[in-house]
């Protein structure tokens, strides 16, 4: 008889009911209805502040502990295994080696001794090369409560292990449920609104919605992942008519930056969820998706995107041209398409900030669905955006070299590495124009310069072999886009 | 990167490996992890493919024949301790450290590393450096830059100078003598960060 129901069960459900709705009221107050309008109560920040804190407590709380059990605290190294000697020209090596005694020669000579330069550089890129540990996370200073960046996680001291259970559970429990809503409701209100604005007839009033519409889906969706964002220099943003061009750290970078403005996406049509997000945004705005089938066609793309580019009322275009997801320490070789095209060039550096969740995705280690899950259950995404001045292709100058000056400008403001290296090349065969052009040093060392027929003064041959030493830069990267 | 525990007790025969080579825990622990980071397929020991990899080192006119030293002959693998123990060639040179008779020498003595380097050279491990040796290390450091006479006029005066005993190949008592004044201590040295 349902008379007979336990008081308790009514209460319960009652309880239940209130802070369910309390929850979503909150929800909505403070996350849905700020992405929305745009505001933001700064939240995030203190919350951000808060985690710092105890982020330093807990590592000097592991460094107290370690001295304690007078066990050497593990600490990962940036600088890597060895110290690497500074790096000086291939003649000022070999001319140590050689000693003294034989600078006074006429003619240079090979010496059996040669081989040691190579073959300390070979085993020293072996232990510790510039490459290789691009593509992988970033190694931390200090401990960030998560089990996936520690090498010292031992049960150092009891509170630290409180507090580590205790960050599982909210990032678990409270702050991934959440964000998974917060997704569904983005996406969702993405797909179906752009559908909506797709339909109407007027097209200034379609322009002006769908704008609208995708900068609240993506504000929804970088509450979802709790990425706190500082743009900087913003008067500089991109504008209709041109290319923006930014490092590439994770799938994140696209929310990061279409947060704060409408960019035209450019991508390979995808099925599943991701096609059907593709397929409703192009209804509203002038996406450019490319089949895969035509992505190889190099011709074809570079008419679209320039067809794109020329009508003024579209909006800008957002490329990444180093073609695959880099570990933000660096910035690798910028592939050309995109710089073939003749319009303004609008760079943007993304620096992420590693103390609080890694952004990067190591698509050889996790697959996507993972990696969101991962990000999602981080504590925060933390990066700066920084909008550089528009850069435009000058006289003489080719699009390889305009790529690299875009390329150097990004790297400069985001504080990384500008590598020569192309990123997408992650598991295939160097170049031999790499190998070439240390073979052409060290000919130099040893046989001068063929043209220049014997030179009995030593000097001037070093001379000679300086200035020469500039040119083969140039060269190999000529040679090296050619695969492009 | 995932949570390692930082005990060397994952790490087979660590202890060994620090005695015979003279890397120190934190040594062998960060050569572990490099370890691991090159062999991408997790099997526990790397092949060719892992080293080649590695850009830089295919950049290196070398590079080929370095590789090839870390493989014992016919072996297609190489285990984490052969892995350190060729690294140890290139650890400093401790001079002040006093050994008796009965203790085999180490790894970076500069008489193992000049055999390291004589290997480079050395490929079918007779214990001479033939002509045709000598030109093929020749070949690999500059390739094309240089005619095949020149090759030959610089591999023949390189015999010349340092074969004493003129059987037209250096010898590895040969190729010692000719690097005396070669400061090798200095110049086959990593200096590992602890």
Not at chain 1, 193 to 215: D, I, M
Not at chain 1, 417 to 432: C, E, P, Q, Y
Request: proline content about 4%.
């Amino acid at each position: 008889m349902t008379w007979f129901t336990f008081p308790g069960d009514n209460l319960l459900c009652r309880c239940l009911g209130i802070s369910i709705t309390a929850w979503l009221t909150l929800l909505f107050v403070f996350i849905i209805v700020p992405a929305v309008l745009g505001v933001s109560f700064g939240i995030r920040r203190l919350y951000m502040r808060t985690l710092l804190k105890i982020f330093e407590w807990a590592t000097s709380r592991m460094e107290m502990g370690a001295k304690e059990k007078n066990q050497q605290l593990h600490k990962p190294y940036s600088n890597g295994i060895i110290a690497k000697e500074s790096p000086s020209s291939l003649q000022q090596e070999l001319q140590d080696l050689r000693g003294s005694a034989s600078c006074l020669r006429s003619e240079p000579e090979f010496e059996m001794a040669d081989i040691f330069y190579f073959c300390r550089r070979g085993v020293e890129s072996i232990l510790d090369d510039e490459v290789t540990k691009r593509f992988s996370a970033q190694e931390l200073e200090s401990w960030n409560l998560l089990t996936r960046s520690n090498y010292n996680f031992r049960h150092i001291s009891l509170r630290l292990t409180v507090l580590w259970g205790l960050g599982v559970l909210i990032r678990y429990g409270i702050l991934l449920p959440l964000r998974v809503t917060l997704a569904i409701t983005g996406i969702s209100l993405l797909v179906v609104l752009t559908t909506l604005v797709g339909f109407l007839p007027n097209r200034e009033l379609r322009f002006y919605l769908s704008e609208k519409v995708h900068l609240m889906c993506f504000r929804i969706c970088v509450r979802a992942l709790t990425a706190i964002i500082t743009y900087h220099n913003r008067e500089n943003k991109p504008k209709n008519g041109g290319i923006c061009v930014s490092n590439h750290t994770t799938p994140i970078d696209v929310i990061i930056l279409a947060n704060d403005g409408c960019y035209s996406m450019v991508g390979q049509v995808h099925g599943g969820l991701m096609g059907m997000m593709q397929r409703a945004m192009v209804k509203s705005s002038p996406h450019i998706w490319f089949e895969r089938s035509e992505v190889k066609d190099r011709h074809l793309v570079a008419k679209r995107l320039s067809d794109h580019v020329a009508d003024k009322t579209k909006q800008p275009i957002l490329i990444f041209p180093e073609g695959t997801c880099i570990n933000n320490t660096s910035v690798m070789m910028f592939k050309k398409g995109s710089f073939e095209i003749a319009c303004t060039v609008y760079p943007v550096a993304i620096k992420y900030d590693p103390r609080f969740g890694d952004a990067f995705w190591n698509s050889s280690k996790f697959g996507l669905v993972n990696y969101l899950l991962r990000m999602m259950s981080s504590w925060a995404i933390v990066c700066s955006v920084w909008y550089l001045p528009p850069m435009n292709r000058e006289e003489g100058e080719d699009a390889m070299q305009f790529a690299n000056r875009v390329k150097a400008a990004i790297a400069a403001q985001g504080g990384l590495v500008d590598l020569i290296w192309d990123g997408a090349l992650k598991r295939a065969k160097v170049k031999d124009a790499f190998k070439e052009e240390q073979q052409k040093l060290y000919s130099k060392v040893l046989v001068g310069e063929q043209d220049e027929g014997e030179q009995s003064d030593d000097m001037h041959l070093e001379d000679e072999n300086q200035e020469e030493d500039e040119n083969p830069e140039d060269e190999s990267n000529q040679d090296s886009t050619e695969g492009q | 990167m995932g949570s390692k525990s930082s005990s060397l007790n994952k790490i087979p025969n660590a202890q060994e490996l620090m005695q015979e080579t003279g890397f120190s825990a934190a040594h062998i622990l960060r050569l572990y992890e490099r370890f691991e980071f090159l062999d991408v397929d997790q099997r526990g020991e790397l092949r060719p493919e892992d080293f080649g990899a590695i850009r830089e080192l295919s950049m290196n006119p070398i590079g080929d024949r370095i590789i090839s030293a870390f493989f014992s002959p016919g072996k297609e693998a190489v285990d984490f301790a052969s892995f350190v123990r060729i690294l140890a060639h290139f650890r400093p040179t401790e001079t002040n450290r006093t050994r008796d008779g009965a203790q085999p020498e180490p790894a970076n003595s500069r008489t193992r590393k000049l055999k390291f380097a004589f290997q480079l050279y050395d490929q079918d491990r007779d214990g001479k450096i033939s002509r045709e040796e000598l030109l093929q290390v020749l070949r690999m450091m500059l390739e094309m830059q240089v005619t095949e006479e020149q090759l030959q006029s610089i591999a023949e005066r390189a015999i010349q100078e340092a074969d004493l005993d003129q059987d037209d190949a250096i010898s590895f008592d040969e190729f010692r003598k000719s690097l005396e004044k070669v400061d090798i201590d200095h110049k086959m040295n990593i200096r590992f960060l602890s």
